[in-house]
């Protein structure tokens, strides 16, 4: 079977966009052939800075014979129903149609239509033209002497060849030849911009692979990948370093390359006094590569490592210099900042009124920051007021969390009215993504707390799944109360995530407040500092999420968790106990034993019967409910204390003793007895089973 080659080449794509771009192509083309009644065995999408590639195998050499039936009315029918019967089919006459016969309605008109086949050259000229026209790039241009009429293409940039062959391995392939705003699509490509400027004759895939290699362009952005990860620690280890490794710089720089070269720059060493994250960033944002640490170091050395697209003559020297010449230029500003941040703002004498609200100390220039970001009124948000006025909420949340958790309440205050004074420095200022690891080294300098100045990095997290909660009381303390004012906010003017859109990161918010209160064991009432039932609800509802990710079974969630459920703490370690009693062979029979009495109830209350709340002595009469009576009692005496002492384990265990009486209940006991007095007290009897096991989970929502 044929396969089709495909490349789209072009000025370089933005190193952001290529991976996505190479993904869309391929579903677009491949869903494209198949709608048109094409099938393929495989296909793979490829990309560099100036191309995107598709391998197509297995491709059919024509669609298939479509075969259609179109039901006319009955041959009696007036002449002009057969004639419009006979337009929608596209037939000449009535005697190109056939006659078809039913029982009951009799013979009507049937038009067999068959649709020949299509060769696949013909179906992949008609396809591409609009896929390339409307392809979804983010951003795109229009170029070139088309691009001055109305409806000319647009590209990420300027597009400048087209390859489309198609054949299988034993034929020659050939050209499927379409044109869109006079770039016509042939077999020519052409290799690295530099090393290989001369044009490539394509046949099919294996051989445009190995030409693009000898024109010094690695095609598979893995397999570049994979070479600069490689040589990058190679040359660190050489050096007697290792490399700092980052997965979105190693994504970013493969996407800048075609043919990588890595080599090894150097700084001066006094810029090693730089914070080892600012020089990371700056290095990173500004030059796009690596750094480098003595093995085991916290800080790093004054080697990085770049990547470069050529193979230069002098073996690099003249790239590395250049690099290193604009690495320490930027070096240079980034100590600048460092500094300045620890020097006194020029105005302090207007910070004075923000200093007495917070209790600041404005000798110390963290606290002048803090100051000056409220005095500035800078918005947090135009619904929740300024930065200052978010403090002095976090601040007096974080008072009454400091209660639950035991922090100690001087320091957490202090983090808090120091924590978003970093967003006025201008090391934050340059690179967003230090804010809160700059607060905790400039507080660290003014010599506050180590409580405090490490509660001021860690109240942003966690940040995500992967990341670490806060490890001190003050720092868990100051990041839930950060949070919940966050959630209490937004939800206070009804900016709630909808569907795929949290533009306020609101559900990492709360997974970070269900994380920390999960893994450092709080005990918090949510509706005591977050009285909003619908917010619960939101809490509830990534509760469920985060559990479900954990192994916990949804309808063992959905059996623990009421609406009021507010301390999420205690929803979880019931869930556990339940998984693990209700997997146990007693769990298992207790459980069909439950069911059963609560759909018996469950119908009755469907009736209207009003089953009565107290069992009576005195009306049981068989030895298998007064057994099953005294172990009701017992069960949920028990399990009611074990709950009250949060022991969910031995609340379990209480309940486990009911499995053998309610097992001898069913087999012995008849429930609709003649008797209306012993059936009702009968029906309490199974009424008390589902209240003793409803002090621990409700049992009708576990299936199974």
Known sequence: MPDLLLELRSEEIPARMQRKAAGDLKKLVTDALVEAGLT?????????????????????????????????????????????????????SVAEAHVHSDPKKGDFYVAHLVKPGRPADEIIADVMPGIIRNFPWPKSMRSGAASAKPGAMRWVRPLQ????????????????????????????????????????????????????????????????????????NNIAFANGLELVEDEG?????????????????????????????????????????????????????????????????????EIVHGNGKVVRARLSDAKHFWLRDQGDLPDLETLAVSAEKFGLDLAKPLDQRMAKLDALNVTFHAKLGTQGERVSRIRTLAAELAKVTGADAALVDRAVVLAKADLRTEAVGEFPELQGIMGRKYAALQGEDAAVAEAIEDH????????????????????????????????????????????????????????????????????????????????????????????????LIDAVLTPDADDLLMVARRVEALTAFITSEEGQNLLAGTKRATQLLAAEEKKGTVVEGAVSADLLKLDAEKALHV?????????AAAVATEDFRSAMEALSALRAPVDQFFTDVLVNDEDPAIRANRLALLSAIRSATGTVADFSKITG
């Not at 004639?83 to 037939?91: D, I, M, P, V």
């Not at 493969?254 to 080892?276: A, H, K, N, R, Y």
């Open 631 to 639: 172990a009701v009692e017992a069960a949920a005496k028990g399990a």
């Open 249 to 317: 710089l190693l994504e970013e720089v493969c996407g800048l390359v075609e043919w990588p070269q890595v080599l090894m720059g150097t700084f001066d060493e006094e810029f090693l006094s730089i914070p080892s994250e600012i020089i990371r960033l700056t290095i990173k944002t500004n030059q796009k590569c690596f750094v480098t640490r003595k093995p085991g170091a916290d800080t790093l050395s004054n080697h990085f490592i770049l990547i470069a697209n050529i193979e230069a003559k002098d073996g690099g020297k």
């Open 40 to 92: 393929y065995e495989g296909a793979r999408e490829y990309w560099t800075p100036r191309r995107l590639t598709l391998d197509i195998r297995g491709l059919n050499a024509r669609s298939s014979d479509v075969r259609e039936d179109i039901k006319g009315p009955a041959t009696s029918a007036p002449e002009q129903a057969i004639q419009g019967f006979l337009r929608k089919a596209g037939l000449a």
């Open 460 to 555: 942003y997290k966690p940040q995500g799944p992967s990341d670490r909660v806060p490890a001190d009381k003050v720092g868990l303390t100051v990041a839930l109360a950060d949070k919940l004012d966050t959630l209490i906010g937004f939800w206070a003017i009804d900016e709630k995530p909808t569907g795929s859109k949290d533009p306020y990161a609101l559900r990492r918010a709360a997974l970070g407040v269900i994380r920390t209160l999960l893994e450092k064991n709080i005990r918090l009432p949510l509706l005591s500092v977050a009285p909003d039932p619908d917010l619960l609800a939101f809490f509830h509802d990534r509760l469920k999420v985060y559990l479900r990710d954990m192994g916990a079974r949804h309808d």
């Open 161 to 232: 060849s087209i390859v489309c062959t198609f054949g299988s391995e034993t034929d020659e392939t050939r050209v499927v030849p379409f044109e869109i705003d006079g770039l016509v699509a042939g077999n020519i490509t052409y290799g690295h911009r530099f090393h290989a400027p001369e044009a490539i004759t394509v046949r099919r895939f294996e051989d445009y692979v190995a030409n693009l290699e000898k024109a010094k362009v690695v095609l598979d952005a893995e397999r570049r990948k994979q070479i600069i990860a490689t040589d990058a």
